[in-house]
């Protein structure tokens, strides 16, 4: 079993920013990609950002130049430098984690979540 836990979420101005940080644990072999999402209120889920075990990495056009996804491989932690905040950023961000397990399964596990809000 794999657990995904985020943290970092909170209250920020436009225009401030926040780092959010996602650890996975549990019985993992390997991790093939990181990545965060997010779901504001009335929504669907959206990408915003992903990075493989390689470090590539995949933005969502409105976050490209202000947001920067990394991961650390050794810690099996991603983490999202959010700059230039909105309002319509402001979400709960999901935190995604895809690999394989020690059992040889490839599973998908996400976090439960951590509110961003951006209000002034």
């Known amino acids: 079993q794999v657990q995904v836990v985020e943290s970092g979420g909170g209250l920020v101005q436009p225009g401030g920013s926040l780092r959010l940080s996602c650890a996975a644990s549990?019985?993992?072999?390997?991790?093939?990609?990181m990545g965060w999402h997010r779901q504001a209120p009335g929504k669907q889920r959206e990408l915003v950002a992903t990075?493989?075990?390689?470090?590539?990495?995949n933005y969502a056009d409105s976050e490209k130049g202000r947001f920067t996804i990394s991961r650390d491989n050794t810690k099996n932690t991603v983490h999202l430098q959010m700059n230039s905040l909105k309002p319509e950023d402001a979400a709960v961000y999901y935190c995604?984690?895809?690999?394989?397990?020690?059992?040889?399964?490839?599973?998908?596990?996400w976090g439960q979540g951590t509110q961003v809000t951006v209000s002034s």
């Open positions: 549990g019985s993992i072999s390997s991790i093939y990609a």
């Open positions: 995604n984690v895809a690999g394989r397990s020690t059992d040889r399964r490839l599973f998908d596990s």
């Open positions: 990075v493989t075990s390689t470090r590539i990495t």
